[in-house]
């Protein structure tokens, strides 16, 4: 199942209608890994089971809230969760939840439970997942608390 967002503009939110919609669209220029230590500054980070972290330096988005989710792209599915989601796009599939729990403040138990790996088509939140090197890696945005959607 195709995500619903991944680029989908959605004219009248906060920050403009194009703002973040353009953001995803060179969201590669706005990501850099490294060691955890050299990427402190980064506006928001997501690290690897291999020591590496990846850092979104993006400007900032007034009215949006960003996160980020990386893993690396031929890291062997955990047995228990390829049983209960399915192998196939796992890490495109997972790097999408993690970042949608992140935007909403949801453990992710709970969203599996709701949606499973998938997102919800109805959902305020917009992204991109894309393969950066050896990682796939999924940016995020949604309307921050109190904006309206």
Do not use: N, Q
């Not at 890490?91 to 138990?109: F, G, N, Q, Y």
């Amino acid at each position: 199942m195709p995500p619903p967002s991944d680029l989908r503009p959605r004219p009248g939110r906060a920050g403009g209608p194009r703002l973040v919609p353009g953001l995803l669209a060179v969201a590669e220029r706005h990501l850099r890994i490294g060691a955890p230590a050299v990427l402190t500054d980064a506006v928001t980070r997501s690290y690897l089971d291999d020591g590496r972290c990846v850092g979104w330096y993006g400007p900032p988005t007034p009215g949006w809230r960003v996160a980020i989710d990386a893993e690396r792209a031929e890291a062997p599915v955990p047995p228990a969760l390829a049983r209960r989601f399915g192998a196939a796009d796992f890490w495109a599939r997972w790097t999408r939840a993690e970042c949608c729990c992140k935007l909403v403040d949801m453990p992710v138990v709970a969203w599996w439970r709701r949606y499973g790996l998938g997102t919800p088509a109805d959902g305020a939140a917009v992204w991109r997942t894309l393969r950066i090197a050896d990682l796939v890696v999924t940016v995020g945005f949604a309307p921050s608390p109190g904006v309206a959607a």
